[in-house]
């Protein structure tokens, strides 16, 4: 089943054996996207206009730079942070990915560090956290899916704090990372068997061409005490990748709530090659789909909207994570 779980951002590279002038490596990258990308339909994207719209800006002629531009400007059409392309000397991802990340992000780092986490926080793996709102919550902020996040560290954290009445848990700008880590986290929350997506991978060269979906069921707890009292998810469009599919795989959760903004997506698997003259590229291959039969690729959305307000943070507050709180100590699931 680890096959089929979402995954991390990794590439990759299958050699190839084509003619590598600027022509074929432009209808080579096309043909490989046009036939295994698996995500056409949440684009949006119709991929032979966009072919049409850009072969005549290729020639056999022009530098690996101008090809390299036309490249990248296919690629980003398809407004997806796992599609990627790799030159000798450059590296294109998407730019609307980028703009969300940090365009739209609803979180200040400043206010985190000094009135939440604070000078005397604590930090286990990849968790920095703290007690907050005089010691009734405990406040945990983990940046990247990279980091360790194993259930026995998960248990320390909870151990430190055991008078809180439940956990505010901000992945906000968490740009994803490493599968592992998100399902150690989840063996640690209330298991009730309960679905948490249907995943399907590319099969065939046609755009709605696959295999037959595959449920994906929370983990068992095993030998494991569940942390049971309300738990808080934090959000925000700087969510991608692995940090997108924790957020939808706990909203099917008994005992918590996702507040924030809406990730910024980033479901599929994704896998690349190389081109005829050496570079590297990257796409999705499966879709996801959640219990309630939508495809979140774009974006996974909280169950509460609370946008970051400039007044609360001007006072070195941050009112979601106060709504958080409340939430916690209110018992609003």
């Not at 966009?50 to 056999?60: G, I, P, R």
């Not at 090809?67 to 790799?86: A, C, E, I, K």
């Amino acid at each position: 089943m680890a096959s089929l779980l979402l995954a991390g951002c990794e590439k990759m590279f299958m050699p190839v054996d084509e003619e590598a002038t600027p022509t074929a490596v432009f209808e080579y990258l096309w043909k490989q996207i046009d036939e295994h990308y698996s995500l056409f339909d949440v684009k949006d994207v119709d991929w032979q206009m966009v072919h049409d719209t850009l072969k005549n800006k290729v020639n056999d002629e022009m530098s690996d730079d101008e090809l390299f531009v036309v490249l990248r400007s296919m690629l980003n059409t398809l407004n997806d942070g796992h599609v990627d392309l790799w030159s000798r000397d450059d590296v294109a991802s998407s730019e609307a990915i980028f703009l969300q990340r940090y365009g739209e992000k609803n979180f200040d780092i400043n206010t985190i560090a000094m009135t939440y986490l604070r000078a005397d926080h604590h930090t286990t793996g990849g968790m920095a956290y703290n007690s907050i709102d005089s010691g009734r919550v405990l406040y945990i902020r983990y940046s990247s899916f990279s980091s360790s996040a194993t259930p026995t560290q998960f248990e320390k954290v909870v151990e430190r704090f055991p008078e809180a009445k439940g956990i505010v848990f901000d992945i906000r700008q968490n740009g994803g990372g490493e599968i592992q880590n998100e399902w150690n986290l989840m063996e640690m929350l209330p298991s009730d068997n309960q679905l948490l997506y249907r995943t399907q991978l590319k099969s065939g060269p046609g755009h709605d061409d696959f295999g037959t979906p595959v449920e994906v069921r929370a983990p068992s707890n095993g030998d494991k005490t569940p942390y049971d009292k309300p738990f808080v998810l934090l959000t925000d469009r700087g969510c991608y990748s692995a940090a997108s599919a924790f957020a939808l795989c706990l909203k099917s959760y008994r005992n918590v709530t996702v507040m924030g903004d809406t990730t910024a997506g980033g479901l599929a698997i994704p896998t690349g090659g190389a081109l005829p003259n050496g570079w590297y590229y990257r796409y999705g291959v499966s879709r996801v789909i959640a219990p309630d039969g939508v495809n979140y690729e774009n974006g996974v959305p909280p169950d509460r909207v609370v946008s970051l307000d400039p007044a609360a943070t001007a006072l070195h507050r941050d009112n979601i994570i106060d709504s958080a709180c409340r939430v916690i100590l209110g018992g609003e699931l």
